[in-house]
């Protein structure tokens, strides 16, 4: 009973952020080959885990995947830049300034971000890269089973849970030999209407 009860109180919280509840996108070819960004920094994988600061639960997760181009799986996410063209939760051309909107939309007075990086080969990171494309769109409420699911069967990320809980898969992520982490705080009002409004106006990325 009470393992049923902290399922339901970790859907309850991913239903209340806005992180969770994209639906299927597919942006055209044109659009995406325009804006693929390409980093100058090693191959890697980096989790976002969003933690409520009032209860300590965790809300939303999401990769970052930085190799032959750098994009992001957000699950589920209502997150969006429109310049940023999305193929079923990946976004595409993510830009140091792109990166920095996602993690200013995200982290707010309610949610901190925390932010998990591992350097990895090449390979993997194509791995990681096909896996989150081949995914498909993320129903309400499991992002953070795809993003689990997706990294199990990499390898190197073997102990991996595949889990419901963003807590869970942050707390074993860390674990992994490598990892760098660093908490993201902001006092942003809860519902972030300067952000969106900056990002419409056609920022440069």
């Avoid at 920094?41 to 930085?66: D, E, F, K």
């Avoid at 795809?146 to 898969?169: C, D, H, M, N």
Wanted: aromatic share 10%; net charge neutral; charged share 20%.
């Amino acid at each position: 009973m009470g393992r049923l009860l902290r399922l339901l109180s970790c859907l309850v919280l991913a239903f209340g952020l806005a992180a969770c509840g994209a639906e299927p996108k597919w942006a055209p070819q044109d659009h995406v080959d325009a804006v693929r960004y390409f980093s100058e920094q090693p191959p890697s994988i980096t989790l976002y885990t969003v933690v409520n600061t009032r209860t300590g639960s965790g809300a939303h997760s999401a990769i970052l995947v930085n190799g032959s181009e750098r994009v992001i799986f957000d699950p589920a996410g209502t997150w969006y830049h429109p310049k940023l063209p999305e193929r079923n939760d990946v976004h595409f051309g993510m830009t140091d300034k792109a990166v920095a909107f996602y993690l200013d939309y995200h982290t707010r007075i309610t949610y901190n971000t925390i932010e998990q990086t591992i350097y990895v080969s090449p390979e993997v990171a194509e791995l990681v890269m096909q896996r989150v494309k081949a995914y498909g769109a993320v129903p309400k409420a499991m992002c953070t089973q795809a993003t689990s699911s997706i990294l199990r069967g990499v390898p190197g990320f073997e102990s991996l849970p595949q889990t419901f809980y963003p807590k869970k898969l942050s707390d074993a992520f860390g674990r992994l030999p490598g990892v760098s982490t660093r908490v993201i705080t902001d006092d942003d009002a809860d519902d972030n209407h300067g952000v969106l409004l900056v990002q419409r106006d056609g920022t440069p990325l």
